[in-house]
Every structure is written in C-alpha cells, then in structure tokens.
C-alpha cells in the first residue's frame, strides 16, 4: 500500500502521461482518461517541477473511441471525422487547465513536421506557455491534414476541404507561425539552428522533430513506372484519383491497414481490384489466422479479391503499368499499382544532427533526445526500444514534447501495445500477445456470423486480446492486459467468451471514479 503524502509515479494506461504525487490525478493531463486509469508504478522519483497553473476555458471536447480523435463542441459529431466511428463511440472529457509555464524571455520553439504530432506539440507548446515564439515547420503545402482520413477522401466520403486538422486562421489566431511547403534540409545542434532547403536560418531554443516516416518501397522491378503510388500525402492520393477515373484495375501489394484500407476506398467507386497479400491471412501484425479469416468475409463481400501468399516479382508495363507478375507466374492486369507495404521512421534530420538513432531518435520519457534542446515526437521517435508508427501515440507524445519544449513537465511511461481500427467499417482491436508464447497459455476464443473475440491468458492472467466486429471493451480490456488482471478463478470452470466479458464488464463498473 502507498503511504499518504509520498510521492509516487502513476502512469495513464491510455496515453503513457506520467503523474507524481500522491495520488493520481482526477484526470489525465494529456488524454482526459479518469483518474482510475491510472496505475501506481513500485518505484517513486523524485517530484517534477512544479510550475505555475492558471485556468483555462474551452470548450467541452468529445474522444473517439476508436482512432483518439478529440472533437470540440457542445455535443459529440454524428460521425468522426477521422475514422467513420459513429456518434456513441465519444466520450466526454471534463475540462482541466493545462500547466502554464511562466519565463521572463519567450521560448523559441521549432517543430519540424505537419503531421498529427508536430501539430498537437505547436496546441500544447501554445497552451503551456502563452508568450512562446512557436513555428511550425511543415514540407507539404496543404495545411497540416489528418493523414487517416485519405482512404475517405479516396472513398468520395470526404472533400478535400474536410482534410486540414485546424482551418489557416487557427495558427494566425493561435500565434504559430506556419511554414508550408517549407524542407528543413539540416540541424545544426551547436549554433541551435535549422537550415531550410533554401538556405534560410531558424534559431530555437527547443527544437522538436516530428518528422514522421515514410513509404518502404521494396525493390521492385518497375516500381518507378506510371502508374505505381505509394499512398502517403494528398498529392499521392490526386494522382490515384486521376488513375482510376479511367476505370483501370488496380492491384494493392500489402495486405496490411493501409491496402485494405485503400483497397475499400477505390471498390466504393467501382474499381476492381486486387490485394496481393504476402502471408496466410490478413493483418498478421494485429490479429491472429482465425481472426485474420473472419476479416477476409468482410473485404470479400466488399468485392475485394485477395490472393495470399503472393509474391511480386515484377510490376510491367510499356509508357506506364500494364501488368503484376507474381513469383509463380500468374499475371494481374492493372492500370493502377498501390504499393501499401509498410514506412520507415524518417530518420534523416536525425542522423545528420548526430542525434542518438536506433530504429528511431532514441529519446527519454521527457521526449528529449541525445541533445539537451531537441526533442523528438511520433513515428520517428523510439522511446524504451519501442517504435508506435499509429496515429494515437504519434498524438500523445506529440503533447508531451510540446509541453516540454514550452517549459511546463511532462513524462511519457510507454503504453500497451495495442490497435483500435476500423477497417472497411468492421470494428477491429488487437492488444498484447497475438500468438501463443511459452508455457501455461490457455486460449478462449468464439467465432459468429458477425464477429471473432479470443483471450489468451498465461499463468490465469491476461495476456492479449482480439475483437474483430466491435471494439466495446478495448479500453477495459487493454487496461487488463497492462495490469496482468488475474482470472484463474474463472479460468478453473472453463469458461466461454461471455463470462470473461461479463468480467471485464464488472471491473469497469466498479472502478473509482476520481
């Protein structure tokens, strides 16, 4: 038990914030996630600094279950603009003033990257400190967009115009200086600075890269052709748009998020179209074969053919992309070629400053790399061995850095590793271990017309969990999974699927509410 006014680590099991006192906080600082969703850590640190609060006003904001989204207004959106998720899927997260950092000289903050956490440091770097100097960075020219939401405007269920995360008089009213369609070619961590691709100078005395990642093209012979797009920005998504309208075939090589996700986008305008998937079944990364089967029911009655096992061997074509030949020697006709296999941490920026990089910019729970005054957020920033590469990670640290490089303290303590997605409108979770590991692991599982749910547990304790078909319980059940909840007096009874959730069920109803 903790003893009363000790200082103790808590850490939120949905976003990784890292609180010290005595008690966890009412709610989290970063995710608006309940105090109860906080876990005491067994060893204490000495307290963060303490800086000055002052209250802020805002409107009441809404969390998408599914993908994170936060939504501000009066009532939750019928839909969420980011992943489709219905209106019932939000949930309301109280008001609580962010810390504000008090500093006699404005902090220079330098965010590098437009993406989801360059632009949630530049919300928490400006709500931490009122009198920093922020810039953002940003190489694309559109106003930095949700990146999830290009599979809908491929769809035709979004316009353009829904893509930007903050409309361009929300960095004017908000004091962010944004530089679109703006490189940054190098850092130079002695002189605090970063040269753009034009040569001009930024000094800073914070620095955060954001940089994100991009594609992985595997060496393909005719990879280069007319015709072959690897979907990452908006300019990737027009030029697929382009292609299609003349009704080609397309064949999306990857099996994984983004080529299913692709692949239902291009089948709702009537494209034919084929997903080249390397292993025995779909997303082998987040769900198991018997999940990955009942997924497929889906993808095939959206008119989706998959063939597995499929190795490309070469991609051909005259002037542009006629044809996929796979390594057996079947051919697949396509006027379209989506190359869906995966990113990279975009290192660059990184390696040449001299940075610490492992997979990515090895950073600490503050966020900040192997230099003092630079900090690194998202998909390229690798925190205790671990790389996230989603979008909801990539957003929580991007708060923590931001509020940092600002002057206010923050820690990130890691979360589960663990997928909340909606995938051709099936609801998908995946956490912890996906495939049986070592000794004493029993399996619960059940498949429906509708659905797949299977628990694994090792040694009475659960240790992972897949839903396909709904995704009610991943937050309770991704909490469970953290803490090693014990079941094996459940367990001793055989128990169905039913009876676990009926578990989980009651944990949620009676845990405090702080």
């Known amino acids: 038990m903790l003893g009363n006014g000790a200082n103790h680590v808590w850490v939120c099991l949905v976003c990784g914030y890292v609180h010290q006192g005595a008690e966890p906080p009412d709610e989290c600082l970063v995710c608006g996630a309940d105090g109860s969703e906080f876990e005491a850590q067994a060893a204490a640190v000495p307290a963060a600094p303490v800086v000055p609060s002052a209250p802020a006003v805002r409107p009441k904001r809404w969390k998408c279950q599914v993908c994170g989204y936060i939504h501000e207004g009066d009532e939750p959106p019928d839909e969420c603009p980011v992943c489709g998720a219905d209106k019932d899927q939000f949930q309301l997260i109280h008001d609580e003033a962010a810390p504000v950092a008090v500093q006699d000289k404005p902090v220079r903050v330098v965010i590098v990257g437009g993406g989801i956490a360059g632009v949630s440091a530049a919300e928490a770097a400006r709500e931490s400190a009122s009198n920093a100097e922020i810039t953002l960075v940003s190489g694309e020219p559109e106003l930095p967009y949700y990146r999830l939401n290009l599979t809908r ?264 590793r663990s997928n909340t997605l909606k995938v051709l409108g099936v609801g998908l979770f995946s956490v912890g271990m996906v495939e049986p590991e070592g000794d004493g692991v029993l399996e619960v599982a059940e498949e429906s017309e509708s659905g797949y749910c299977r628990f694994l547990f090792r040694n009475g304790c659960l240790a992972g969990a897949i839903f396909v078909g709904g995704t009610q319980w991943a937050a309770t059940t991704t909490k469970a999974v953290k803490t090693g909840m014990d079941f094996s007096d459940l367990l001793a009874d055989s128990p169905a699927v039913a009876d676990i959730t009926k578990r989980l069920r009651e944990t949620a109803d009676t845990a405090p509410n702080r």
């Open 153 to 416: 405007y491929l769809a035709g269920e979004v316009g353009e115009e829904a893509l930007p995360i903050h409309p361009e008089s929300w960095y004017t009213d908000n004091r962010i200086r944004l530089l679109r369609g703006t490189e940054a070619a190098s850092v130079l961590p002695e002189d605090s600075e970063i040269v753009l691709k034009d040569g001009a100078k930024l000094a800073y005395d914070k620095l955060i890269l954001a940089c994100g990642a991009q594609p992985f093209v595997p060496p393909i012979p005719g990879a280069t052709l007319p015709g072959v797009v690897a979907l990452r920005t908006v300019a990737d998504a027009k030029r697929i748009l382009s292609a299609v309208q003349s009704g080609a075939d397309c064949v999306c090589i990857g099996g994984g998020i983004l080529g299913l996700e692709t692949a239902g986008a291009l089948a709702k305008r009537g494209v034919r179209v084929t997903v080249l998937e390397n292993g025995g079944w779909l997303l082998q990364r987040q769900l198991n074969e018997a999940a990955g089967r009942v997924l497929a029911r889906y993808v095939e009655a959206a008119g989706i053919r998959v063939v597995y096992h499929a190795k490309t061997e070469a991609i051909t074509g005259t002037d542009r992309v006629e044809q996929v030949r796979l390594a057996d020697g079947t051919t697949i006709s396509a006027g379209l070629v989506v190359i869906a296999t995966g990113v990279r941490p975009d290192n660059r920026l990184a390696n040449a400053a001299g940075l610490r990089v492992n997979q990515g910019a090895v950073v600490d729970a503050r966020l900040v790399t192997s230099v003092p005054n630079i900090f690194a957020a998202g998909d390229g920033a690798e925190h205790n061995g671990v790389l996230y590469g989603l979008w909801d990670p990539a957003r929580h640290e991007g708060v923590i850095a931001g509020m940092n490089a600002a002057g206010a303290a923050a820690e990130f303590g890691g979360i589960p």
